[in-house]
Protein backbone atom coordinates (compact mmCIF):
# COMPACT_ATOMS: atom_id res chain seq x y z
CA UNK A 1 0.00 0.00 0.00
CA UNK A 2 0.75 3.46 -0.73
CA UNK A 3 2.92 4.64 2.50
CA UNK A 4 4.98 8.01 3.12
CA UNK A 5 7.58 8.82 6.04
CA UNK A 6 9.33 11.83 6.67
CA UNK A 7 12.80 11.85 8.36
CA UNK A 8 15.57 14.62 9.73
CA UNK A 9 16.63 16.16 12.30
CA UNK A 10 14.08 17.75 15.05
CA UNK A 11 16.58 20.52 16.11
CA UNK A 12 18.07 23.22 13.80
CA UNK A 13 20.19 26.18 14.65
CA UNK A 14 18.85 29.46 13.53
CA UNK A 15 20.61 30.62 10.52
CA UNK A 16 21.18 27.31 9.77
CA UNK A 17 19.72 24.38 6.72
CA UNK A 18 17.45 22.20 7.36
CA UNK A 19 16.97 19.13 5.34
CA UNK A 20 14.13 16.57 5.31
CA UNK A 21 13.91 12.90 3.66
CA UNK A 22 10.63 11.89 2.40
CA UNK A 23 10.46 8.08 1.72
CA UNK A 24 7.48 6.61 -0.95
CA UNK A 25 6.42 2.90 -1.19
CA UNK A 26 3.68 1.65 -3.20
CA UNK A 27 4.10 3.71 -6.03
CA UNK A 28 6.63 5.40 -8.26
CA UNK A 29 7.87 9.13 -8.29
CA UNK A 30 8.01 9.33 -12.03
CA UNK A 31 4.02 8.34 -12.03
CA UNK A 32 3.38 10.52 -9.34
CA UNK A 33 3.81 14.41 -7.50
CA UNK A 34 5.12 14.80 -3.56
CA UNK A 35 3.83 17.81 -1.61
CA UNK A 36 5.91 19.09 1.44
CA UNK A 37 3.34 20.28 4.13
CA UNK A 38 4.42 22.05 7.03
CA UNK A 39 2.24 22.87 10.24
CA UNK A 40 3.34 25.26 12.84
CA UNK A 41 2.37 24.25 16.62
CA UNK A 42 -1.50 24.81 17.00
CA UNK A 43 -1.99 26.08 13.34
CA UNK A 44 -3.57 25.26 10.29
CA UNK A 45 -1.46 23.42 7.39
CA UNK A 46 0.85 25.55 4.75
CA UNK A 47 1.60 23.89 1.32
CA UNK A 48 5.34 24.42 0.99
CA UNK A 49 6.45 23.22 -2.30
CA UNK A 50 5.61 20.19 -4.95
CA UNK A 51 7.84 17.81 -7.11
CA UNK A 52 5.85 16.94 -10.08
CA UNK A 53 6.41 13.01 -11.66
CA UNK A 54 8.06 14.69 -14.42
CA UNK A 55 10.65 16.34 -11.71
CA UNK A 56 9.73 20.03 -12.60
CA UNK A 57 8.76 21.42 -8.65
CA UNK A 58 6.30 24.47 -7.44
CA UNK A 59 6.99 26.50 -4.83
CA UNK A 60 5.47 28.41 -2.35
CA UNK A 61 5.87 32.16 -3.16
CA UNK A 62 6.81 33.18 0.23
CA UNK A 63 9.06 30.49 0.75
CA UNK A 64 10.53 30.26 -3.16
CA UNK A 65 14.02 32.20 -2.05
CA UNK A 66 14.97 29.72 0.82
CA UNK A 67 13.56 25.84 -0.33
CA UNK A 68 14.83 23.46 -2.96
CA UNK A 69 12.82 20.23 -3.49
CA UNK A 70 14.88 17.36 -5.00
CA UNK A 71 14.67 13.58 -5.60
CA UNK A 72 15.82 10.24 -6.01
CA UNK A 73 13.59 7.97 -8.07
CA UNK A 74 15.77 4.58 -7.29
CA UNK A 75 15.36 4.95 -3.50
CA UNK A 76 12.03 6.92 -4.41
CA UNK A 77 12.72 9.47 -2.01
CA UNK A 78 12.07 13.44 -2.14
CA UNK A 79 14.20 15.86 -0.30
CA UNK A 80 13.30 19.41 1.07
CA UNK A 81 16.29 21.89 1.83
CA UNK A 82 15.59 24.92 3.42
CA UNK A 83 18.03 27.69 4.65
CA UNK A 84 18.16 30.43 6.51
CA UNK A 85 15.75 29.12 9.37
CA UNK A 86 14.24 31.44 11.83
CA UNK A 87 12.32 30.41 14.88
CA UNK A 88 9.05 30.67 12.64
CA UNK A 89 10.13 27.92 10.48
CA UNK A 90 9.00 25.54 13.96
CA UNK A 91 6.68 23.57 12.64
CA UNK A 92 5.94 19.70 11.68
CA UNK A 93 6.88 19.25 8.20
CA UNK A 94 4.90 16.92 6.40
CA UNK A 95 5.33 15.03 2.88
CA UNK A 96 1.98 13.73 0.67
CA UNK A 97 1.08 12.80 -2.29
CA UNK A 98 -0.08 14.68 -5.13
CA UNK A 99 -3.36 14.39 -4.73
CA UNK A 100 -3.13 15.00 -0.71
CA UNK A 101 -4.94 11.63 -0.29
CA UNK A 102 -1.73 10.32 1.69
CA UNK A 103 0.12 11.59 4.22
CA UNK A 104 3.23 10.73 6.23
CA UNK A 105 3.47 10.66 9.91
CA UNK A 106 5.33 14.20 9.61
CA UNK A 107 8.69 15.14 11.71
CA UNK A 108 8.82 18.12 14.14
CA UNK A 109 11.60 20.66 14.06
CA UNK A 110 12.43 23.03 15.97
CA UNK A 111 14.58 25.53 15.50
CA UNK A 112 16.42 26.92 18.38
CA UNK A 113 19.67 27.61 19.63
CA UNK B 1 -4.24 30.70 -5.33
CA UNK B 2 -7.90 29.14 -4.59
CA UNK B 3 -8.83 30.11 -1.57
CA UNK B 4 -10.89 27.70 0.93
CA UNK B 5 -13.05 29.71 3.56
CA UNK B 6 -14.37 26.63 5.97
CA UNK B 7 -17.19 27.32 8.48
CA UNK B 8 -17.33 27.54 11.51
CA UNK B 9 -13.50 27.32 12.78
CA UNK B 10 -15.35 25.19 16.08
CA UNK B 11 -18.55 22.82 16.86
CA UNK B 12 -19.29 21.41 19.91
CA UNK B 13 -21.43 18.11 19.47
CA UNK B 14 -22.71 15.75 21.90
CA UNK B 15 -22.55 11.47 20.75
CA UNK B 16 -25.07 10.99 18.41
CA UNK B 17 -25.32 14.23 17.36
CA UNK B 18 -25.57 15.03 14.04
CA UNK B 19 -23.22 17.71 12.23
CA UNK B 20 -22.24 19.98 9.60
CA UNK B 21 -19.12 21.80 7.62
CA UNK B 22 -19.29 24.22 5.17
CA UNK B 23 -15.75 24.64 2.96
CA UNK B 24 -16.52 27.19 0.25
CA UNK B 25 -14.33 27.58 -2.94
CA UNK B 26 -12.70 31.28 -4.34
CA UNK B 27 -13.49 29.68 -7.71
CA UNK B 28 -14.87 26.60 -9.21
CA UNK B 29 -13.02 23.00 -8.40
CA UNK B 30 -14.19 21.58 -11.63
CA UNK B 31 -11.32 19.99 -13.16
CA UNK B 32 -11.18 20.20 -17.38
CA UNK B 33 -11.42 15.96 -16.90
CA UNK B 34 -14.56 16.18 -15.27
CA UNK B 35 -13.46 15.44 -12.03
CA UNK B 36 -13.68 17.57 -8.42
CA UNK B 37 -10.89 17.07 -6.49
CA UNK B 38 -12.18 18.54 -3.23
CA UNK B 39 -11.36 16.32 -0.38
CA UNK B 40 -11.96 15.96 3.12
CA UNK B 41 -9.23 15.45 6.32
CA UNK B 42 -9.38 14.81 9.95
CA UNK B 43 -6.51 15.45 11.90
CA UNK B 44 -6.76 13.63 15.40
CA UNK B 45 -4.57 15.19 18.30
CA UNK B 46 -0.72 14.18 17.81
CA UNK B 47 -1.41 12.73 14.48
CA UNK B 48 -1.38 13.91 10.70
CA UNK B 49 -4.04 14.14 8.60
CA UNK B 50 -5.78 11.09 7.52
CA UNK B 51 -7.88 11.48 3.95
CA UNK B 52 -11.80 10.80 4.79
CA UNK B 53 -13.21 11.48 1.67
CA UNK B 54 -12.17 12.55 -1.91
CA UNK B 55 -13.82 13.62 -5.13
CA UNK B 56 -16.53 15.68 -2.67
CA UNK B 57 -18.46 12.48 -2.04
CA UNK B 58 -16.35 9.17 -2.18
CA UNK B 59 -15.57 7.79 1.30
CA UNK B 60 -12.30 6.43 1.74
CA UNK B 61 -11.47 2.86 2.27
CA UNK B 62 -11.92 2.31 5.99
CA UNK B 63 -13.73 5.25 6.96
CA UNK B 64 -17.23 4.85 8.38
CA UNK B 65 -20.26 5.53 6.50
CA UNK B 66 -20.97 8.23 9.49
CA UNK B 67 -19.48 10.72 6.96
CA UNK B 68 -20.81 11.73 4.03
CA UNK B 69 -19.72 14.79 1.77
CA UNK B 70 -21.56 16.84 -0.57
CA UNK B 71 -21.16 19.92 -3.42
CA UNK B 72 -20.40 21.05 -6.58
CA UNK B 73 -18.18 24.04 -8.39
CA UNK B 74 -17.22 26.07 -5.10
CA UNK B 75 -19.82 24.89 -2.27
CA UNK B 76 -18.90 21.91 -0.56
CA UNK B 77 -20.31 20.13 2.93
CA UNK B 78 -18.71 17.24 4.97
CA UNK B 79 -22.05 15.54 7.81
CA UNK B 80 -21.44 13.45 10.33
CA UNK B 81 -24.05 11.75 11.29
CA UNK B 82 -24.07 10.45 14.94
CA UNK B 83 -20.74 11.41 16.24
CA UNK B 84 -18.53 9.55 17.81
CA UNK B 85 -16.48 9.88 20.84
CA UNK B 86 -12.99 8.62 17.88
CA UNK B 87 -14.31 11.58 15.75
CA UNK B 88 -12.82 14.66 17.30
CA UNK B 89 -10.14 16.65 15.77
CA UNK B 90 -9.43 18.94 13.30
CA UNK B 91 -11.05 18.49 10.33
CA UNK B 92 -10.27 20.17 6.99
CA UNK B 93 -10.97 20.71 3.63
CA UNK B 94 -8.00 20.95 0.78
CA UNK B 95 -8.46 20.83 -3.10
CA UNK B 96 -5.90 19.46 -5.65
CA UNK B 97 -7.65 20.79 -8.77
CA UNK B 98 -5.53 24.04 -9.08
CA UNK B 99 -2.00 23.93 -8.36
CA UNK B 100 -0.87 24.63 -5.78
CA UNK B 101 -2.42 22.85 -3.05
CA UNK B 102 -4.41 24.53 -0.73
CA UNK B 103 -6.36 24.10 2.87
CA UNK B 104 -9.44 25.45 4.62
CA UNK B 105 -8.18 26.57 7.91
CA UNK B 106 -9.99 23.57 9.80
CA UNK B 107 -12.96 22.98 11.91
CA UNK B 108 -12.41 22.08 15.40
CA UNK B 109 -15.16 19.04 16.83
CA UNK B 110 -14.85 18.71 20.55
CA UNK B 111 -17.45 16.44 22.14
CA UNK B 112 -19.59 17.86 24.81
Known amino acids: QVQLKESGPGLVQPSETLSLTCTVSGFSLTSYGVNWVRQPPGKGLEWMGT???????DYNSALKSRLSISRDTSKSQVFLKMNSLQTEDTAIYLC???????WGQGVMVTVSS | DVVLTQTPPTLSATIGQSVSISCRSS???????????LNWLLQRPGQSPQLLIYSVSNLESGVPNRFSGSGSETDFTLKISGVEAEDLGVYYCMQATHAPLTFGSGTKLEIK
Open chain 1, 51 to 57: IWNDGST
Open chain 1, 96 to 102: ADSGGGY
Open chain 2, 27 to 37: QSLLDSDGDTY
